[in-house]
């Protein structure tokens, strides 16, 4: 083997740094030392974030290379520190002693193994006493990493431990946008999206060995978290809630329609065929919205292509949506003829609403989902679908720009 290529890293050990002076020095020297333990030709990168207590000058006298990353943020400076990354593989973790660089030798086995995304689990491995608030132990991260699990089935049991190994090439592949703390989610779920191979390891998480409180804020991130696994997910957010609200308006409308109905001494009439035709329009909107955000997320690389979607487009034309939307105005306006004609028996003059919503609300509500099925074909259109390849073709009248 070459100098040249003994020298070349296999590991790169990245930790994110921002004012850490009272730890950061321990952290580099123990990942220093599981090098020598176990024959591991690896590197410490220090991921400065804006240190203004000499964090910078500990590390390098420990034995660490530091990267200055101007951007602030916890998924900026790990970002910047993978990019600056020498070895083919990668262990990020945090440099405020909670987790033991010492420990690394399982995550390199698992990654020379093949495996591209190695988890820490640190309710596996053990939490030691006042390593973690017990808000975030036995509400946050279980129910965000139960979430994470819902969603996108990811097979994580901790979504949120900061102890985690993959390789270089997985994470280019993963192509992570998010700069902050939700940095972590989105590499485990694009990294299950993709179809990466991810596994965990148990680690023990120790409390922290500075004195001054952590950067962490709890109900602040926990939201950051939530709010991006909403957003990386159209079913939960979407298009579950819009197809019950819509499930639930049109048995309720069909029940109420033709005339009302008793229930256990409760009368239902046309003030609850109004608030269930509402229910339809809102749960139609909501599974429209679930159709364009998991378009634009296909379009923009967030999401794989999927078969299903492909199948999809290959009949949701802009001529096939305005073709069903006409349709659906079409059948409310009839329903408005026939409201309109009776009204015309009677010499225009005044009307039961008890009998005439019944063919108002019924008239109307279709029409609206007829006219935004019409805008919601434009706009799909407008996505720009048939320029990466989801089964339409420009000539084939599959969409205009």
């Not at 819902?150 to 994470?171: E, K, M, T, Y």
């Not at 191979?197 to 998480?205: C, F, N």
Request: proline content about 4%; charged content about 20%; some cysteine.
């Amino acid at each position: 083997m070459s100098t040249a290529k003994a020298q070349e890293p296999e590991l790169t050990v990245v930790m994110p740094c921002l004012n850490e002076a009272e730890t950061v020095a321990v952290c580099v020297e123990k990942a220093l030392r599981a090098f020598a333990e176990h024959g591991i030709a690896g590197e410490v990168v220090l991921a400065d974030n804006g240190s203004t207590d000499g964090s910078q000058e500990l590390a390098r006298a420990a034995g660490a290379r530091v990267v200055e990353v101007r951007a602030r943020g916890y998924g900026n400076a790990l970002r910047g520190g993978i990019e600056a990354a020498r070895g083919r593989f990668v262990i990020m973790g945090d440099a405020d002693d909670s987790y033991d660089f010492s420990q690394l030798e399982p995550f390199v086995a698992k990654l020379r193994e093949g495996w591209e995304l190695v988890m820490g689990n640190r309710f596996r491995g053990g939490v030691e006493r006042g390593a973690m608030p017990w808000k975030n132990r036995w509400i946050g991260n279980p129910a965000l990493s139960g979430l994470g699990r819902l969603f996108f089935r990811a097979p994580v049991g901790d979504f949120h431990c900061g102890l985690r190994g993959f390789s270089v090439d997985a994470f280019r592949r993963m192509g992570l946008r998010t700069t902050g703390m939700e940095f972590a989610s989105e590499m485990v779920i694009k990294a299950h999206l993709k179809g990466m191979r991810i596994t965990e390891v148990p680690i023990r998480l120790y409390p922290d060995g500075r004195s001054r409180p952590p950067h962490l804020h709890p109900w602040r991130d926990g939201w950051r978290h939530l709010r991006f696994m909403l957003l990386f997910s159209p079913r939960w957010l979407f298009l579950i809630p819009g197809l019950l609200l819509l499930l639930v308006g049109a048995v309720v409308s069909a029940a109420l329609v033709a005339g009302p109905l008793y229930l256990g001494g409760v009368g239902f009439d046309i003030h609850t065929l109004l608030v269930a035709a509402f229910l339809c329009v809102l749960g139609y909107q909501l599974v429209v919205f679930a159709v364009f955000s998991r378009v634009y997320a296909v379009l923009e690389g967030f999401h794989p292509h999927q078969r299903v979607l492909d199948r999809m487009m290959r009949f949701a034309r802009l001529e096939s949506g305005l073709l069903v939307g006409a349709l659906l105005v079409l059948g409310g306006a009839l329903v408005l003829g026939f409201a309109v004609w009776g009204w015309r028996d009677v010499g225009f003059g005044s009307l039961d609403p008890r009998n005439t919503m019944r063919q108002l609300i019924p008239a109307v509500t279709l029409m609206t989902l007829g006219v935004q099925t019409v805008f919601a074909s434009f706009f799909l259109s407008l996505l720009g679908l048939p320029r990466v390849g989801l089964g339409v073709d420009v000539a084939d009248g599959g969409g205009h720009r």
